[in-house]
């Protein structure tokens, strides 16, 4: 039977009902909007303006500890090729769910329980390309878009690692319900030294269509240079009974970042096995404290021989702004 994610916002709002003055919720505000101006070499594709990520996100402290977050996805109506579909709720809410941090509501060691619809624990789809949606990888080494819930365990809860998450949840993207398709993740991360993180992650879930469940495995690294000038990350991806590819399928990217400038120079390469491999430029310019500029250049070369090599130039402009309302939301004092 399926079940509505309303019932998860309604035992948040349960929990209100034990806030007092003294411990009165509070609001934080985030946007963000991206404006994309592409070309590509590619006879079926127009030169255009796009947007991306446009976006805002409500945090609501409910109490010390608990907390709803709701993010809407706003590209849905900004686009030209979309603005005339009929509106999606699923879409639109990109994330809504509520966090609990069990340390500053209870005397037990601190996890984090997240429930509700969000991003599960997998993959570390690490990157500091500016277009990283038209990335190669980008669908395969993460998994949002569904309901479910996701248990971080306290720091050094199996001594080897610092930090495990568990996720269980529906497979049924882009809706409010929870489908007959489930799934499970865990990702396990590890700070390696002052300069080295690294990450392992694993996947299984039902699709529809199909009775074989497919499975995704990760494994991912990022190294920072002490003087915080350069970065240089990888990640390797393996998929198994994935619905649109008839084998067992691979893939990895790695990349790196070096200051140069006022700004960032970006390189990265990604590869899909027997599918396409390309190979990405950029430079990410701050100007001033809410907009950055990135140009970039993305080569991809086909190999599957369904398809014509892309050459694709761009430039974004990506513009964010943060409110925090630390008021009483119950009295309208200040706390």
Known sequence: MKTQLTTAVLAALLCTQTVTAEAAPWLKVDGQANFDVTGSSSEDYERNLRVQDAEIKFELIVREGIKMVVKTEL???????????????GKFLEEAYI??????????????????????AFGQNYTELPMFKDALLYNLSKQDEVIGFTVELPANFFKIVDTVAISMFEAG???????????????????????????????MKENEGTDKKEKRGSIGFVFRGLDGSWKVWAEGVVVVDHPEFTDTTVGGKIGGSYKVGPGAVVVEYQYLDKQAHEVAVAYNLPVGTWLVLSPEIR??????????????VGIRARIKAHVEARHNLLTGKKN
């Open 299 to 312: 080569h991809r070369r086909d190999l599957s021989g369904n398809g014509t090599d892309e050459t694709i």
């Open 99 to 120: 966090q609990i941090e069990t340390d500053k509501i209870s005397g037990l060691p601190r996890a984090v329980i997240t429930a509700g619809k969000h991003q599960m």
């Open 173 to 203: 993207a882009g809706d409010l319900k929870v489908s007959d398709e489930k799934g499970a993740s865990i990702k396990l991360s590890k700070e390696l030294s002052n300069q080295l993180s690294a990450q392992i992650s694993g996947l």
């Open 75 to 89: 590209e849905q109506k900004l686009n030209k090729s979309t603005m005339d579909e009929d509106f999606d709720l």
